[in-house]
């Protein structure tokens, strides 16, 4: 039986990893948007792809990750793979890895500090209305 992608399940996913509230989502897309309406669009199964677009670009991760992403086939491929006493598995795994870690690490904080800085605009805003 083939299980099909919750993109509104990923969507709510992806926005809770980035700590970025509902409200917050909703502001960042526009006018047209509240947090009722993004609680609904959470429960969609399906979403238009114009707005997976448009939370992409808010959330700034690729819409390809909403329409793919099943965490239960995730979860069956980390078990699979690590749950096995045989630890050759383990051992075959690459630990080197192929990007600088030292840069992705910056990127990382670049990113988290850009996100900080955007909630305390947004809040700064909400505060002059």
């Known amino acids: 039986m083939e299980q ?3 993109q509104g399940r990923n ?3 992806f926005r809770e990893m980035l700590g970025i509230k509902q409200e917050a989502l909703a502001y960042d897309l526009g006018i047209d948007w509240n947090q009722k309406k ?3 669009l ?3 199964e399906v979403i238009d792809s114009s707005i997976l677009s448009q ?3 808010s959330l ?3 819409v390809e990750a909403f329409q793919n992403f099943d965490e239960e ?3 069956n491929i980390i078990s699979n793979t690590f749950t096995s006493n045989d630890t050759s598995t383990i051992n075959a795994i690459n630990v080197q890895p192929t990007f600088n870690t030292v840069d992705k690490m910056v990127e990382l904080y670049e ?3 850009q996100a900080e800085k955007d909630k305390v605009a947004y809040l700064e805003k909400l505060l002059n209305i």
Request: hydrophobic content about 40%; proline content about 4%.
């Open 4 to 6: 099909k992608i919750h």
């Open 38 to 40: 993004i609680s609904m």
């Open 11 to 13: 969507v709510k996913r």
């Open 111 to 113: 990113r988290l500090l």
């Open 60 to 62: 700034k991760i690729p």
């Open 73 to 75: 086939q995730a979860v």
């Open 55 to 57: 939370i992409s670009s």
């Open 42 to 44: 959470e429960q969609k």
